[in-house]
């Protein structure tokens, strides 16, 4: 029996008062709920979608549209763990993935391209995706430990 294996079921919490996997939950709620929200963002108003970028062409909005369809799945994806218990460690992982890519992504932009925390919306941004990226390895750092304390019989 493996910890990842996604089709290892953990046993029931006994009571619906058990915190843990409801703490699990919350800490991935608000990345859903940002997620979803640029999702209709882009889907929605693709031409003001990116500060600062005009879209002139209308394969620009075609393909901005599209970007909406890849933060649904991941929205998506989310949800579903979100609901099985015994698969809230994949959706920290999800999570964990997604904010790590995010900000190397944006370090690497910050190095390239000049930009500084101290332009438009960066510094808040950069803090909100260091503060998803700690609070998901806290809670797949949480399954993980749940899954080995059912798995030892404690």
């Given at each position: 029996?493996?910890?990842?294996?996604?089709?290892?079921a953990l046993p029931r919490t006994q009571t619906i008062w058990n915190?843990?996997?409801?703490?699990?939950?919350?800490?991935?709620?608000?990345?859903?709920?940002?997620?979803?929200?640029?999702?209709i963002r882009f889907l929605t108003n693709p031409s003001h979608s990116?500060?600062?970028?005009?879209?002139?062409?209308?394969?620009?909005?075609?393909?901005?549209?599209?970007?909406?369809?890849?933060?649904?799945?991941?929205?998506?994806?989310?949800?579903?763990?979100?609901?099985?218990?015994?698969?809230?460690?994949?959706?920290?992982?999800?999570?964990?993935?997604?904010?790590?890519?995010?900000?190397?992504?944006?370090?690497?932009?910050?190095?390239?391209?000049?930009?500084?925390?101290?332009?438009?919306?960066?510094?808040?941004?950069?803090?909100?995706?260091t503060v998803f990226l700690t609070l998901n390895t806290l809670g797949?750092?949480?399954?993980?430990?749940?899954?080995?304390?059912?798995?030892?019989?404690?």
């Open positions: 029996m493996s910890i990842l294996n996604a089709t290892t915190f843990k996997p409801w703490l699990s939950r919350i800490v991935m709620l608000p990345p859903i709920f940002i997620f979803t929200l640029i999702a990116i500060p600062g970028v005009t879209l002139n062409a209308p394969e620009a909005f075609t393909d901005t549209r599209v970007l909406a369809a890849w933060m649904a799945t991941l929205v998506i994806t989310l949800v579903i763990c979100l609901l099985s218990e015994n698969r809230l460690w994949l959706g920290h992982l999800q999570l964990i993935v997604f904010m790590g890519m995010t900000l190397a992504v944006r370090i690497f932009g910050f190095i390239h391209d000049g930009t500084t925390l101290a332009m438009g919306n960066q510094r808040t941004i950069t803090i909100v995706e797949l750092a949480m399954q993980v430990w749940l899954a080995q304390k059912v798995r030892v019989g404690a």
